[in-house]
């Protein structure tokens, strides 16, 4: 919708995981680093823990590009499957020829032939679960026992755990401490430093093709790191409400006003104080459907 007004070839700030705008801030870095290392180790399970909102579906799709030369990767984006549902859909990741009716023991079995063969191939196997905090505990388990398959020397499978925090509580039953005992290298994700947000902001900005001069003022960076405590999906939703209210009022950049109207749309007028912006808490819905309505008259003409 503004992408004209700003110069840009996309949105950038968009919610969906897009590897091109991937920011190597210290926190997604570190955490690649950690993974990288536990698999040259040779370890079997890993696991990464952030709370909502700070990235982890992009940067497990970070990771896959990364590991695509070097691994075979099965990406599991929705954990929610029984042991058998879990054994089929790696099957089906790692291409082999299965019904609905191959049963977990021959599963089994397939999976270890073709762990052979990757190994063989200097290909390691690594099993990336998003959302690994839904995994019911007779999956987990299963899971855990599919990481049997191992020689003398090394590990055949590796997994990755990417998961909010609620997942150590699970980890905490008695049924799971052998697979907690697994679990070797673990990494909690940071979100962005003030600093690292104004270079976010940046970074997207230039990815999606933008080539003038700041968006945002200071002040209305402020804002927003306050606002959103440097939590990557909350400054992504709050910047792109605040480029669309700019774009209503045909401005060509975001101060602290049109800032604190975003904030407002997004965390509710109630939770803010009565100031001299409380007037715009509804500004930016306005905005928006001006600017909706602008867009199709102008397709129609």
């Known amino acids: 919708m503004y992408e004209q007004f700003f110069g840009f070839k996309e949105k950038p700030f968009s919610l969906t995981p897009d590897t091109e705008f991937f920011y ?5 870095q570190e ?3 950690v993974l990288l290392v ?7 399970f890993v696991r990464v823990i952030g709370e909502v909102g700070t990235g ?7 990771l896959l590009k990364v590991l695509s030369d070097d691994c075979a990767t099965v990406y599991l984006p929705n954990p929610l499957f029984t042991p058998h549902e879990l054994y089929q ?9 299965i019904t609905e009716q191959t049963s977990v023991q021959r599963l089994y079995q397939m999976i270890l032939q073709e762990l052979i063969r990757l190994r063989d191939q200097d290909r390691p196997l690594v099993v990336i679960i998003d959302e690994a905090q839904a995994m019911p505990l007779k999956t987990l388990e299963a899971l855990r026992l599919l990481s ?3 020689t003398e020397k090394e590990k055949l499978l590796h997994v990755f755990f990417f998961t909010q925090p609620e997942f150590e509580q699970r980890l905490a039953k008695p049924q799971l401490r052998q697979l907690l005992q697994r679990i070797s290298f673990s990494y909690q994700l940071s979100t962005l430093s003030q600093a690292e947000l104004t270079a976010y902001l940046e970074h997207r900005l230039r990815v999606a093709g933008y080539q003038g001069g700041p968006l945002f003022d200071a002040a209305a960076v402020r804002q927003l ?4 405590n440097g939590v990557p999906r909350l400054i992504n939703l709050m910047a792109h409400k605040a480029l669309m209210s700019a774009y209503g009022k045909g401005l060509h950049r975001v101060d602290r006003r049109i800032m604190q109207a975003a904030i407002a749309d997004t965390k509710g007028a109630d939770s803010l104080p009565k100031s001299g912006f409380y007037e715009s ?3 930016i819905g306005a905005v928006v459907l001006l600017a909706i309505v602008t867009l199709l008259l102008l397709r129609l003409l």
């Open 24 to 28: 190597r801030h210290a926190g997604h």
């Open 31 to 33: 955490a690649l680093n």
């Open 38 to 44: 536990a698999l040259r180790n040779g370890e079997g």
């Open 56 to 62: 982890k579906t992009l940067l497990c799709r970070q």
């Open 89 to 97: 859909a790696i099957a089906s990741e790692l291409e082999l020829t």
């Open 148 to 150: 049997n398959l191992e």
């Open 225 to 228: 790191y306050k606002a959103s």
């Open 281 to 283: 808490v509804s500004e």
